[in-house]
């Protein structure tokens, strides 16, 4: 097992997410000398209230239902998953190490990550992934670390095991989510990105530079925030609050009245991403973020676009995973795809990743 790694069997890309969990099985095929993927499976299926809670396992058999009852309607091909982790038990972090022969790295990049993990070494698994050589300190290299915590990881396990599944590969949510968006907009490959995906309780920020992941950071806000607030604001119950906040027409309610909930929670959210764009900036040379890319449940608020574009000076789109993917017509339903689309990127990346892909 592990964070990174190329599959070779049939893998699906399974998001569990507290909201929902998703899932994206693909096929790769040979086109001439290019690649393509063909979507073969897709799923969704709300996930029950409290059972996960920021990223953290709470009713392991709740969750292992809801598993099975996805694998059943999405009819998937396989048991073989690739899963996504994030949140407090998440760390990521880049450092730079002396460059040694191949056979010493590996020992070296687990000493020097020491410092930089605030927890024991038996407590985490540790994963790493060596980047491009230091731009200015040609023997020096550049690593991304990434170390989740044993307990929160064999929570997971122990889901998949319940549920009869297996796991082939752990993800990180947002290197998922970054792989999503390199292989479906070629064009970022090049640039320097910040991708924001805004889930139900967590909101992941990815920022990376050509092409390879240079910060991570998972903001403890989401869409739960926004329904909160609206029920406690207009004392809703909490499936008038979450219609309302998808803009539905809920008796007694005026949307005049939801735009200030709204506009709040987004004031918080916005301050989170803005203090870790500048924390990005104060720590590397060159700060600059050339474009930013909304994805999760929560990039579907209708006014997501208007309040983005109020506060940053930066280009911004919503993703699009399935951009560049195959997608039968006859199979499946491309209203649902396109409403849901932003929603899948998690689940997209992971099954890109596992179908051997280059990340
Ligand atoms: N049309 C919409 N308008 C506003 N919010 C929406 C819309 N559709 C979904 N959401 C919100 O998106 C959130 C779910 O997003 P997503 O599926 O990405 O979360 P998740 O992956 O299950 O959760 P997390 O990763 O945070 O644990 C919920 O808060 C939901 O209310
Ligand atoms: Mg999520």
């Not at 604001?233 to 998808?246: D, G, I, M, P, R």
């Amino acid at each position: 097992m592990s964070f990174f790694g190329f599959g070779t069997k049939r893998i699906l890309g399974l998001d569990i997410g507290s909201f929902a969990l998703k899932i994206v099985e693909l096929k790769a095929k040979k086109k001439g000398k290019e690649v393509v993927h063909e979507l073969v499976a897709l799923g969704y299926e709300p996930v029950p209230y409290q059972s996960i809670v920021e990223g953290s396992i709470m009713d392991s058999a709740a969750v292992a239902e809801s598993i099975q009852h996805i694998f059943y309607e999405s009819k998937v091909k396989t048991n073989n998953v690739s899963f996504g982790v994030s949140g407090s038990s998440v760390i990521v972090k880049k450092i730079e190490v002396q460059k040694l022969s191949p056979s010493e790295m590996h020992e070296h990049i687990l000493w020097e990550a020491r410092p930089h993990i605030p927890f024991t070494p038996e407590e985490v698994n540790i994963d790493y992934e060596i980047l491009d050589q230091s731009d200015d300190q040609p023997n020096m290299a550049s690593v991304i670390l990434a170390a989740v915590k044993k307990e929160k990881l064999n929570d997971y396990l122990n889901v998949f095991d319940i549920s009869q599944k297996k796991v082939e590969m752990v993800d990180l949510e947002s290197f998922a989510v970054l792989n999503s968006v390199l292989k479906n907009y070629e064009m970022y490959k090049d640039r320097t990105i910040a991708i924001i995906n805004i889930g139900a309780s967590i909101t992941n920020v990815v920022i990376s530079k050509r092409g390879s992941p240079v910060f991570v950071r998972d903001i403890a806000l989401g869409g739960n925030q926004f329904t909160d607030l609206i029920q406690k604001e207009l004392n809703l119950k909490y499936e008038k609050a979450e219609s309302v906040k998808k803009g539905r027409q809920v008796d007694g309610v005026s949307p005049a009245a939801v735009k200030p909930v709204v506009n709040l929670i987004f004031g918080e959210l916005k301050n989170e991403v803005k203090k870790t764009f500048e924390f990005y900036r104060s720590n590397t040379m060159e700060g600059r973020i050339d474009n930013i890319l909304l994805s999760g449940g929560t990039a579907n608020l209708d006014s997501i676009l208007d309040l983005f574009s109020q506060e940053f000076d930066i280009p911004f789109e919503i993703v699009n995973p399935f951009n560049n993917i195959e997608i039968n017509e006859k199979k499946f339903d491309l209203n649902f795809i396109s409403e849901m689309a932003p929603v899948f990127n998690v689940a997209m990346g992971l099954a890109l990743r596992a179908v051997g892909d280059e990340k």
